[in-house]
């Protein structure tokens, strides 16, 4: 087992390394830069070779990538270029929690709601629940999140003005946001969980449960939904890292100060220190979120052997 975690953590830094250095040289290679709205301003030239030289803009992209590096080996994410004297490590700590809280919800959401919509439409196969959850699944898929939620603030804040479009002060700040994020991976889970389902209640163990007079309830929770979560937990690492981190577009539409709205804000504004530090932060907890999954897997079903 040690040496299974120790072989992922050492593909996880490749793949972190990897990452910071492709987004580094691909943030260079956009057109214009970080001050470039202060050149249409027809800011003097010399005031703006001043700022970049403040920032280290003005050297080779080589030597910025290996000063970046450098300061990364010691948690240093770097400076906004917008924000003045703000770290992007304290744009992280501010964003985050709030993206998190969200995304807390709605894993839970997605979670609690999927789950049980793939095992009632795997027991119900071909009858009204699975036709009505295989319905939905598919509606909750093929709509883009950015699509449902306007359609959704538009519907329950603009016409029934029922909820608030912004913020996340009360418990209905976060119904909105949360369905808008939540639907997709309940769709997803259901789908998954139907497909596992159907193939363990096929197995030969299942059949033997029920010969010794369990009843179903007890063959579904022991023994059945043990082996067809697995699907689920895999999927789990990569939606948890996604959902915690915040959507991008859910974030922004609803004006939510998290992680993801800034995100969306420093690609526009060419703020590249912050792209970097997000896309780092963002890329290193869906790594861990991966790691954790694969130990679960011996967790849940004994039978899986880490070949190591």
Do not use: C
Not at 35 to 46: C, D
Not at 83 to 104: K, T
């Amino acid at each position: 087992m040690l040496g299974y975690i120790l072989k992922r953590i050492w593909a996880g830094v490749i793949t972190m390394i990897t990452l910071v250095t492709l987004t580094f040289f691909l943030t260079r290679a956009i057109p214009g830069g970080p001050f470039s709205p202060a050149a249409e301003r027809k800011v003097p030239e010399e005031v703006i070779a001043q700022i970049e030289q403040r920032y280290g803009l003005d050297q080779p992209v080589s030597v910025q990538y290996l000063r970046y590096m450098g300061n990364l080996l010691h948690g240093d994410l770097g400076v906004s270029f917008q924000e003045l004297d703000v770290s992007v490590n304290e744009i992280v700590a501010r964003g985050f929690p709030v993206s998190a809280r969200v995304g807390f919800v709605a894993t839970l959401v997605a979670l609690l709601l999927g789950i049980p919509l793939g095992i009632i439409s795997a027991l119900r196969r071909g009858k009204w629940p699975d036709r009505a959850s295989m319905i939905f699944a598919t509606v909750g898929i093929s709509i883009p999140s950015f699509v449902l939620t306007v359609l959704l603030l538009y519907l329950f804040a603009v016409v029934l003005k029922w909820l608030p479009t912004f913020g996340l002060t009360t418990w209905k700040h976060y119904l909105l946001p949360v369905t808008g994020l939540a639907v997709a991976p309940i769709a997803y889970i259901a789908r998954l969980m139907r497909s596992s389902m159907l193939e363990v209640m096929r197995q030969d163990y299942i059949r033997t449960a029920r010969a010794k007079g369990l009843s179903e309830l007890m063959v579904v929770l022991k023994h059945a939904l043990r082996n067809a979560i697995i699907p689920v937990v895999t999927y789990l690492g990569p939606l948890i890292a996604t959902l915690l981190t915040g959507s991008f577009v859910v974030e922004r539409i609803f004006s939510i100060p998290g992680i993801g709205r800034d995100y969306v804000s420093s690609i526009g504004d060419r703020d590249y220190a912050v792209i970097l530090g997000v896309t780092i932060f963002f890329g290193a907890l869906v790594v861990i979120m991966n790691i954790l999954v694969d130990i679960m897997y011996a967790v849940i079903d004994p039978r899986v052997k880490i070949d190591e």
